[in-house]
């Protein structure tokens, strides 16, 4: 999940939002574009934005609006940018995931 953030759909968090923490994620889209979501892992916290509706006769667009990485991901990016900014947050902003043990990668 590293991936996604790192070269993959939530590039952006790189590219864009400037955010080198310690991030990993995943994007979604629903049937239909009814719902676009992001969920966030980093060490120390565990986010999931949504944008959607409870009513199935109302959905995106298209996917290129309502994809979770357009829809969802820029309200996780700009909680995580103010976060970031407080040193008061540094404990959960600047933590670092534990690296993969050799038993771990030999799964890969």
């Known amino acids: 999940m590293q991936s ?3 070269k993959g759909t939530a590039s952006r968090l790189r590219t864009t939002y400037r955010l080198n923490n310690a ?4 994007t979604g889209t ?12 980093t060490p120390k916290l565990v986010c999931l934005t949504w944008v ?19 829809a969802a991901l820029p309200m996780f990016a700009e909680f995580y ?4 900014k407080n040193k008061e ?4 902003t600047q933590a670092q995931f534990e690296p993969i043990s050799i038993e771990v990668k030999k799964c890969y």
């Open 4 to 6: 996604t953030v790192n």
């Open 23 to 26: 991030i990993a994620g995943k």
């Open 30 to 41: 629903t049937q239909n574009n009814k719902d676009a979501w992001f969920a966030a892992i």
């Open 52 to 70: 959607g509706n409870d009513n199935a006769k109302i959905n995106f667009s298209s996917t290129a609006i309502g994809q979770g990485a357009n």
């Open 81 to 84: 940018s103010a976060l970031s």
């Open 89 to 92: 947050f540094d404990e959960i």
